[in-house]
């Protein structure tokens, strides 16, 4: 590897970066690409790359990249990649955006809970009509994946005064969740909760793992957040749910499409809230993804171990 080699970005521009990149590391050259063509065409002098979303299928020839930081906490935009080599190191940005991302699962839980939409049509109408909305306190939070965000999730969940119940794949204990089981506990999650939010990593296992079976463990007065990927949730059968009445609400931020085309019945499913995959952005998302790029490039180029490392076999 160069002593100090250029540092890519794909996915966005690499104009984005620079003033951070001037902040954080002072000298470096900062590069992008105009499009999938020029990186397929340039791959091979890749060294350090920063990501957003790595187009697939060019790694054969990326016989001089050492080292892949992806910008947010999903890697299902690499990984599997059988033709990257072994020996390439990659970390995520997981951490960064547990809050914020909590706090968009607990907006939609209020959205629902409070009955925003009916309040907004009854206010188009100038119509005065008391109506019962439902409370958190009480209700159980359903957790499906309790890593960092979920953690965070569950300690908001918990001032609301909820019951968490969540799965993660090797069950550790959480001081904010009454209980935290195994993958094989989802069925229970879901005939349990009121609300149920998604935030698994999208691996072979996951793929398809909501679907029309699973999703009708859940009560009729429920609601699904899914803030994962679109991949997990069967997205036909949510939305069959919801038109025939089958299912309270449900807040999609990942599509198993996207941009979600202008010409899907998603965007007009009754109590169906699209958002376009911005459940963990703020204005300081991307600052704050360079400085852990910036902090584990400096580990890497001394050999110490890298925040956030990615273990291939498990996609995460």
Not at 28 to 55: H, Q
Not at 197 to 213: F, Q
Not at 216 to 239: H, Y
Not at 266 to 280: C, E, K, Q, S, Y
Request: aromatic letters at 6%; glycine letters at 8%.
């Amino acid at each position: 590897m160069s002593e100090f080699p250029v540092l890519h970005v794909v996915g966005l521009p690499a104009a984005l970066f620079q003033e951070p990149a001037a902040r954080e590391l002072p000298g470096r050259e900062l590069r992008g690409f105009d499009d999938e063509a020029d990186f397929a065409a340039r791959v091979g002098e890749v060294e350090i790359l920063f990501a957003l979303k790595p187009p697939r299928g060019h790694w054969a020839r990326a016989e001089r990249l050492r080292f892949v930081q992806i910008m947010g906490a999903g890697v299902d935009a690499l990984l599997p990649a059988p033709d990257l080599s072994p020996d390439v190191r990659i970390a995520n940005g997981r951490g960064i955006s547990g809050g914020v991302m909590a706090e968009h699962a607990l907006a939609w839980m209020l959205h629902f809970a409070r009955r925003v939409p009916r309040n907004v049509e009854q206010q188009a109408r100038r119509e005065w009509r008391m109506y019962a909305p439902a409370a958190l306190e009480g209700a159980t939070c359903g957790i499906l994946g309790m890593g960092a965000i979920g953690e965070a999730l569950a300690m908001r969940a918990k001032a609301f005064g909820m019951r968490v119940l969540a799965t993660q794949r090797t069950p550790k204990p959480c001081p904010y969740a009454d209980e935290v089981l195994a993958s094989e506990g989802t069925e229970r999650v879901l005939a349990e909760s009121d609300y149920v939010v998604v935030i698994l990593p999208l691996t072979p296992e996951t793929r398809g793992s909501l679907d029309a079976a699973m999703l009708s463990k859940l009560r009729p007065e429920a609601v699904l957040v899914n803030m994962a990927r679109g991949g997990i949730v069967d997205e036909a059968a949510l939305a069959t749910m919801l038109r025939e009445g089958r299912l309270r609400g449900a807040s999609l931020d990942v599509f198993d499409e996207e941009p979600l085309p202008a010409s899907s019945a998603l965007w007009d499913v009754p109590n169906l809230v699209v958002t376009p995959h911005v459940a963990g952005f703020t204005r300081d998302y991307l600052p704050e993804s360079f400085a852990i790029f910036a902090d584990n490039l400096r580990r890497f180029e001394r050999g110490e171990p890298l925040v956030n490392e990615i273990d291939r076999d498990r996609g995460y």
